[in-house]
């Protein structure tokens, strides 16, 4: 069972580098036959049942491969987030929620673009401009990976 699952995930994760019509439909069959199957176990069976119902959300890369399959850089980048709530109960105001988020994603960036957080405030309080804009950055990544 485990193997069947990695072994659809590997062929899913090669999928997005070769899409192709054929392909889709052979592995939308296969996440039927893998998921649909009865065990010996009534657990599995509901955890298998379960993920089955989810076959649409899972299986989004089938329709758009530019979709990552799971959501871990996601959920990485929130965490230090949740830390710091879990640690200091919240801010104290809309304003003091929005200036956290704000200066989070900011550093989530830099960081996403090598770039030293303390460098990028730095010039932009001391207005030199030595560093481009974050926007015009990741354009220029996307640029390159396109």
């Known amino acids: ?27 939308a069959r296969r996440f039927d036959t893998v ?6 176990y009534a657990t599995l069976d509901r955890l298998l049942r379960r993920i089955h119902m989810n076959k649409s959300e899972l299986l989004l890369v089938l329709e758009r491969p530019e979709v990552p399959l799971h959501t871990n850089g996601s959920e990485r980048d929130i965490r230090d987030q949740v830390k710091k709530r879990k640690i200091s109960g919240g801010t104290r105001s ?17 960081r996403k673009l090598n770039i030293s957080f303390w460098e990028y405030l730095t ?5 030199s401009d030595q560093i481009p804009l974050l926007p015009h950055l990741l354009e220029q990544r996307i640029a390159l990976s396109a």
């Not at 998921?35 to 010996?40: A, D, E, M």
């Not at 010039?123 to 207005?127: A, F, K, M, N």
């Open 1 to 27: 069972m485990r193997g069947e699952i990695w072994s659809l995930y590997a062929d899913l994760k090669d999928y997005k580098q070769h899409p192709t019509a054929k392909r889709k439909r052979e592995l």
């Open 35 to 40: 998921f649909i199957q009865k065990t010996l």
């Open 94 to 110: 809309e304003l003091g929620r929005q200036c956290r988020d704000t200066f989070s994603s900011l550093k989530a960036t830099c």
């Open 123 to 127: 010039d932009r309080i001391s207005c």
